[in-house]
T-cell receptor
């Protein structure tokens, strides 16, 4: 049974610092892995999607890596801003069924 | 291009009642998946519809049922509501490809409160 874990559960950093968010999963038989952002009470915004054959994806200040063999993914956010404050969720796609971690709540202080 | 839309935005029901939530997929998508997100947790997969049939189901009781219409829109029905059904219900749409679904795009969700 696939289990997805995100560490830490919460993180507070001063503006300008780089953010490192971790995601681990127990079953390496995945189709892809996605990182989402969720603002309080809102839906999910897709940030990056990494196909199972890829090692990393980049979009602006965001970079996500994937190591299937060790069951890990890391989301890096460079030069954090107060607008980056949100909950970040990772999800592994097991053939159309997304399984999510509980998320990392991030606060970036000015 | 309209994204995924859901209605209503918020809903308040009492225990034992029944509720119907609605979802319209992103233009060009043919698959709809439903997720339940309790406060402070990640979303949990309920089920997925393609070609008006339930293709996959998560670990949810039969009180949770769904339907997909010919225009690909979908409904989620929950019978005999329990307090524990209070959650944000998220709909995601995608394109069926080679036997499974591609990238899922999420709607804003429906907040259900059961009193």
């Amino acid at each position: 049974k696939q289990e997805v874990t995100q560490i830490p559960a919460a993180l507070s950093v001063p503006e300008g610092e780089n953010l490192v968010l971790n995601c681990s999963f127990t079953d390496s038989a995945i189709y892809n892995l996605q990182w989402f952002r969720q603002d309080p009470g809102k839906g999910l915004t897709s940030l990056l999607l990494i196909q199972s054959s890829q090692r990393e994806q980049t979009s602006g200040r965001l970079n996500a890596s994937l190591d299937k063999s060790s069951g890990r993914s890391t989301l890096y956010i460079a030069a954090s801003q107060p607008g980056d404050s949100a909950t970040y969720l990772c999800a592994v796609d097991s053939w159309g069924k997304l399984q999510f971690g509980a998320g990392t709540q991030v606060v970036v202080t000015p | 291009d309209a994204g995924v839309t859901q209605s209503p935005t918020h809903l308040i029901k009492t225990r034992g009642q029944q509720v119907t939530l609605r979802c319209s997929p992103k233009s060009g998508h043919d698959t709809v998946s439903w997720y339940q997100q309790a406060l402070g947790q990640g979303p949990q997969f309920i089920f997925q519809y393609y070609e008006e049939e339930e293709r996959q189901r998560g670990n949810f009781p039969d009180r949770f049922s769904g339907h997909q219409f010919p225009n690909y829109s979908s409904e989620l029905n929950v019978n005999a509501l329990l307090l524990g059904d209070s959650a944000l219900y998220l709909c995601a749409s995608s394109l069926w490809d080679r036997g499974y679904t591609d990238t899922q795009y999420f709607g804003p969700g429906t907040r259900l409160t059961v009193l």
